[in-house]
């Protein structure tokens, strides 16, 4: 029962984002992209909300989360009675539940479970429940050094909340979020791609898109872990800048560059990298920099408090040397080990829809993300002297973000065919 009432929690997370149908862009998608951008941005919203409680000592409860929850469907509630953009059931939607519930399958036999929920996101999440909220004093503990102590909280606060609703850990119920992570990216993706691409391509690119995600998260073992929550933020944050060029439009990238940010330090990378990169593009620097202003906010209050409890680790490496004369061999190791055990496939699918863009334009921020991401995760590995298991442990789950932008750049061109 508890595990049931931990998964129903997690669902949950979409009444803290309800307030993001204020967002003039949200109010024109239809209901499935609605509840999406709603469930990613509530998990940033409950994230910082128990950041907050903690720094203020305020002890996390059943009370206190359905106080929040009511708050926040009060201050939606005028955005709630709107009526939804048009939606109708397409056969491209019935393709993307089965591979949806295929993946479930995979995630619930146990076989694609991520290592890194067993070692330091769940016993993370397990904990902060049972102390009703962060402890430094845990974190900063030698013993669970390994664990990342300096990692922003979203995933684990997320984890703590549904088990606080539980009243315990509930290990089957976070597997769940890696299934729900892709059905949020998908639907989110072809709400916002759908006014510039049409209906039929977005349901198209939409239902690749579901494949492309879900072989990613099955060849790399990525269920319960904090990556399928990068991906959607990706898928999120790109397609909001490529497809809505609106204020609400880059209200929506923000929210999911804050999710970034606050999940863990390939995250935050990633969204240095999409501001970066949409400045360079669109040569709009001032509202490249207005990007970077909220997450910077959260992020960096995150690391204000681990550096007042000297828990800085991940995030003060900068003055570590740099291993240029592994590059070769980091080149080599990581393509070796991003075949995602289907032959590269994911890699062949992406770069084979590059081949048809006409106008390169509309393809240039997505292209320019890949790339930098990309770039950023050899450099990150640069700095070991031996990466090699580093490399086998991570380059599939850390590069999937790199594989989607590859495919969103493809989606971005769509758009300049059926425009010109």
């Not at 910082?48 to 002890?59: D, E, G, P, R, Y």
């Not at 429940?129 to 013993?143: K, S």
């Not at 390994?146 to 909280?153: A, C, G, V």
């Not at 209200?251 to 606050?262: E, M, S």
């Amino acid at each position: 029962m508890s595990d049931l009432v931990f998964i129903l929690g997690l669902l949950t997370i979409c009444g803290f984002g309800l307030w993001t149908w204020r967002i003039d862009s949200v109010q024109r998608l239809d209901t499935p992209a609605r509840l999406s951008i709603a469930f990613s941005s509530g998990m940033v919203t409950i994230s910082a909300a128990m950041f907050l409680a903690s720094v203020v000592h305020l002890a996390w409860s059943r009370s206190l989360f359905v106080i929040l929850l009511a708050l926040a469907t009060l201050a939606a509630w005028p955005a709630i009675s709107r009526r939804a953009g048009k939606w109708r059931p397409r056969l491209t939607d019935a393709g993307i539940l089965v591979i949806a519930l295929v993946l479930a399958y995979g995630v619930f036999t146990a076989r694609l479970t991520c290592a890194d929920l067993l070692f330091f996101w769940g016993p993370k999440a397990a904990h902060f429940q049972a102390v009703r909220g962060i402890d430094p004093a845990f974190l900063a503990n030698p013993n669970y050094y390994l664990m990342h102590p300096d990692y922003p909280p979203l995933l684990p606060a997320v984890y703590a909340y549904a088990a606080t609703l539980a009243q315990r850990m509930s290990w089957w119920g976070t597997l769940l979020l890696t299934p729900l992570s892709l059905l949020a990216g998908v639907a989110s993706f072809r709400g916002l791609a759908a006014p510039k691409i049409g209906e039929a391509a977005a349901g198209r690119y939409a239902l690749a898109l579901a494949a492309l995600m879900a072989m990613i998260a099955v060849g790399s073992s990525a269920a319960g872990g904090a990556d399928p929550l990068i991906w959607l933020f990706t898928v999120i944050g790109v397609s909001a800048l490529v497809f809505d060029e609106s204020n609400g439009g880059r209200a929506i990238a923000v929210i999911a560059l804050c999710g970034a940010a606050f999940t863990k330090v390939e995250g935050t990378a990633l969204a240095a990298i999409i501001i970066a990169a949409y400045a360079v593009t669109t040569r709009r620097p001032k509202a490249a920099a207005a990007l970077a202003i909220a997450p910077a906010i959260l992020l960096g209050s995150w690391l204000t408090y681990a550096a007042h409890y000297r828990l800085l680790d991940s995030y003060a490496r900068s003055g570590e040397p740099l291993h240029s004369d592994q590059l070769a061999p980091v080149l080599r190791q990581v393509a070796w080990s991003s075949s995602y055990r289907v032959w590269w496939l994911p890699w062949a699918v992406a770069l084979l829809l590059i081949l048809f863009i006409s106008n390169w334009r509309r393809a240039a921020f997505p292209l320019a993300v890949s790339l930098g991401t990309f770039a950023a995760t050899i450099y990150f590995y640069l700095h070991s002297a031996d990466p090699a298991f580093w490399i086998r442990t991570s380059a599939e789950r850390v590069l999937g973000a790199t594989v989607l932008c590859l495919f969103l750049a493809s989606a971005a061109a769509e758009e300049l065919r059926i425009e010109n």
